[in-house]
């Protein structure tokens, strides 16, 4: 039967072959995760999410969340699917098993939302958000808060979301105008409107813990006078349970291209001057503390959009082994065959194939460095781990989104006009991820973090341990025989990545800052092609090695294909990729030196 | 105001400054239409797209066709625009007046098509689907046949529609199976089921004229055993009025991404054994001769991607003008700006214009190549204009399409969040837009027809016409001082595509087809960049020219903006082409080579 969602074979091999999760079972923290236990976790999610949670993507879709007088329902079938996200402790499977976790490695928690997050991303965002907000009751509140908090979010008895964006405060969150004014008792009564609120109302839970970034009155303007509040949805009882409506309304949800499934809520907070909120961390830190769950949200958006074309990829897959259409090219026999055989379609699925790969390794890679960085013996090791997610983080987010896009796009490509239809789901995975490249941070702010803050930042220290990482994979490729002439070409394209990051890095600070900028976006997808290329070498090398050493039949053609896959991209992606740097090289000005009248338009 | 849809700058430039077209109306032929007629002719349509059609664009998504016992109806307000269109001959423009039309240029009819789709795509398919039946009637119909149907359909009193497609028979249509018997007074009944049927079934005319693939009783297998026939919704009386019904049952309509205001219909003919067809030209020719509407469809297909493209091109534009969020980059002053200072804003506003500056061109070339082999003195110079048209066809349908899908993408991107939502179009322009690459012929038909069928065709002599053409423009464009090197970079990609078609065109006749083919649409992409890149330097060459002649202050900026445009693109995109072209040079057979089960999913 066709597998759905994501490639079991490939999930191992990335969990197993190239990360050897089970490796770090020999330490003490992660002892209950030997390789047998991890297979069996993996299996149980998979089948959760095929049978249980995949029967919801459509639903999700069509029906869709509702609002009516302030109130949101989710589809009537959300509800048996949240429950058994509850009931397996999917929601927080990484977190301290006295607050609901069940104390898993990061890679292998990534594993799991491989599989859920692709069965229906709009559900399992109220998941991800009350984990992220959960977090932050973890990191920045008192011993009180975690004991009230932190097991009902984690568990999905409550959610959690964060109230960033406002009409006027996007991008630019420095702008959110959210007041909060001090009470005697040290709470606060926070006014103001949040829009593009990720599940800021639903039905699936008893409470709603909305983390609120506000400003506390006479605090300075701009970002540095931002303050960290938690606020809920139903005020808490001194028992625990929700007591009374803390005068947040929901105004409205978005009519979206996608994710219908997901509500996604514009908020009033205080209309009736009743709205209490607690100060969590310090004051005017609160961008500073919202910033340090970015980097796992920005992971969780890459994720999911790559989880999205994982899906796609596989139907497409299965559509084009048994749709026939047409004779073989070349052929003379008139006779139809699967379209499989048609090169423009293989074309297609090897270019959905090898990204979905690619972006798998690169997402597990950075999970995996958050397991390392956590054991990791000493301060320099900690650090050497930390700045390779650093550095990952825009790609993970920035560049895996845009290509997960693409490979979505692809996917309708495959099925052909049966791809425009809602006949098949392959069109709702392109609607549903097309968010990614924008929350979270738009890709543009991604390709700016990479090239305005993290080329250079400890003078260029996070890019060269990423090229040193790099570095090592080519030089162990260099010595397998099958793959040594891919290795060398991903060394070329890392010596011209290194070339092009240190002319714009410098660009970037000179009196063409708008210029380099301009072409940071270019920047980051040059540098996530590479990183592709390392990955899918990376790949390459351990399966060439298996091959030469005599690999089980049942494994072998797996293998073979993950030769392939790496031969494909090198030779037919870096090239292109190459040209984008020369591109680079001779960075266009063009577009800040236009005059704005000369868009046309008027 | 900011304008819509499309610039009318841009549409001037187009047709005066880089075709010339009021030189045309020195032409008996086309006397009707100087510079003055025409300039009337762009006014009133586009005032007629910008107040009458473009607000049915929401209505058409949100309401859409409905679908109930074997009737669809449209949204009221098409009604009233339909009725707009016919009053105003907009149907079928080019036609000769006495069938309804007005005798006017291709060229001029894709302006009014570049509007008038841009305001409503759903909408006007009815009526391109119509000009398409209704020439099959002009080309293969008795005089009789022409009496009765040709003015009715010209006018939009009638609809026609295009029934190629059935379940099993899609991109391979020799696997028909819809069966026509014949009948002793000449007629034939038909039976069979066809699907994806736009416009099968509406409540916009009285009659909808079917032009129908069916394959003869006893006809031989594939595709040379199909023929064409016209079979009207409603049988005609002698009068021409419309009688009773002809057994074409719509049986539903398909749920779509996008184009929700256009009836994507399956019909069943013949179900009560009733459906007659006449058979339109010869018997077991019909392929071939829908085929002559092919290079027609094909370009309202390209137009029709374009516009949506050009129209999201203007909505970004104008939201990046309104839209304030975040300080100037480099600047002290924390005061927000509009997004159109932000650098990566203005790099997705510069990409956008710059393809639908040179899609428009492209496309404006091949009507303008039509109306000049209409005016043409020899045999010889009609086939260049042909020749010119046969090349570039697969690139106004399938570069253009897919080109234009990633513009209404990046659309998107740059409203950020809102962009995601149904308050503003551009994410309806993206998911109309999406079918473009998939309708009549896939893009990866396209790439097939361009590398198998137009490159090698009469030894080549297409695609040296084109370069030939294409050099023209750089030649003169190296006399121009300020577009001297850019048009040095053009011919440098110029001859290197020709080189790549050689090497790709010999190895698709060698063992080595199946890998030429899966580089096909590669192939297609990197062609399509080179014309692009022509068709700027030509507008910049142009611009160039009168600003060193001393530009009107008003058109000053508009010129500066061309020669920004060619910079633009053919510093920062033809590199990255050169790139793709060297990996075409070393083509790549992965796609090809891997196993099939090695693409895994089992």
């Known amino acids: 039967m066709a597998q759905v969602i994501a490639d079991r074979r490939d999930v191992d091999f990335v969990l197993f072959e190239q990360f050897q999760l089970d490796e770090l079972s020999k330490n003490e923290v992660f002892a209950d995760f030997n390789k047998k236990t991890i297979d069996m976790i993996v299996t149980e999610v998979r089948g959760l999410a095929v049978k249980e949670i995949l029967p919801t993507m459509k639903v999700g879709d069509h029906v869709g969340c509702k609002y009516e007088k302030g109130e949101v329902t989710t589809p009537q079938e959300y509800k048996r699917a949240w429950a058994l996200l509850q009931e397996g402790e999917w929601l927080a499977p990484t977190r301290d098993p006295k607050w609901g976790g069940q104390g898993m490695p990061e890679t292998l928690a990534l594993a799991i939302r491989d599989y859920l997050f692709g069965a229906n991303s709009a559900l399992l965002l109220f998941g991800s958000l009350t984990h992220g907000a959960a977090r932050l009751v973890e990191l920045f509140g008192t011993d009180a808060q975690k004991e009230i908090y932190l097991k009902k979010m984690y568990t999905g008895q409550w959610s959690g979301t964060m109230l960033l964006t406002e009409s006027e405060a996007g991008s630019d969150l420095g702008a959110l105008t959210t007041t909060a004014t001090r009470n005697p008792d ?296 099958a793959v040594k002439p891919l290795a060398a070409a991903v060394e070329g394209c890392m010596a011209k990545l290194r070339e092009v990051g ?55 053609t797996y293998y073979q294909g993950q030769v392939k896959s790496a031969e494909f991209f090198i030779t037919s992606v870096l090239p292109v990729t190459l040209g984008r740097m020369d591109a680079l090289m001779n960075a266009s000005g063009a577009a800040v030196e236009i005059a704005d009248e000369a868009f046309g338009g008027k």
């Open 186 to 481: 040290g709470t606060f009564s926070l006014t103001g409107n949040k829009i593009f609120i990720t599940g800021g109302d639903q039905d699936l839970t008893e409470n709603i813990i909305h983390q609120t970034l506000a400003r506390i009155e006479g605090a300075p303007a701009g970002s540095r006078g931002i303050s960290l509040f938690l606020v809920p949805k139903f005020r808490v009882n001194p028992d625990g349970t929700p007591g009374e409506s803390n005068d947040v309304v929901c105004t409205g949800i978005e009519e979206k291209m996608g994710l219908h499934g997901s509500s996604t809520c514009s908020l009033a907070l205080g209309g009736k001057g009743s709205c209490i909120g607690m100060l969590l961390g310090e004051e005017n830190k609160g961008l500073a503390e919202m910033f340090v769950m970015m980097n796992e949200e920005r992971l969780v958006v890459g994720l999911q959009a790559m989880a999205c074309a994982s899906s796609s990829y596989l139907h497409a897959l299965e559509f084009a082994r048994t749709r026939i259409q047409g004779p073989m090219l070349g052929s003379k026999d008139a006779k139809g065959v699967a379209i499989i055989n048609h090169p423009d379609v293989r074309r297609m699925l090897m270019t959905m194939k090898v990204y979905v790969e690619g972006m798998r390794s690169l997402l597990y890679f950075i999970a995996n460095c958050e397991d390392k960085k956590h054991l990791a013996q000493s301060d320099e090791e900690k650090e050497t781990y930390q700045d390779l997610i650093d550095v990952l983080i825009p790609l993970g987010k920035g560049y895996v989104s845009d290509r997960s896009v693409q490979v979505c796009d692809m996917g309708i490509q495959v099925f052909g006009g049966y791809g425009y239809t809602s006949e098949y789901p392959v069109e709702q995975l392109l609607r549903d991820a097309r968010i990614c490249p924008i929350y979270e941070g738009t890709n543009g702010i991604q390709a700016m973090d990479l090239l305005g803050r993290k080329l250079g930042l400890k003078k260029g220290k996070l890019f060269t341990t990423l090229m040193a990482k790099m570095q090592h994979t080519v030089s162990e490729a260099k010595a397998v025989e």
């Open 502 to 556: 240190m002319h714009l890095g410098k660009m970037a600070m000179s009196a063409e800052t708008h210029k380099a900028f301009a072409n940071a976006a270019l920047f980051l997808e040059a540098s996530g092609d590479v990183v592709m290329g390392w990955m899918l070498l990376w790949r390459a090398s351990i399966a060439a090695q298996k091959i030469a050493g005599g690999a089980k039949a049942k494994d072998l």
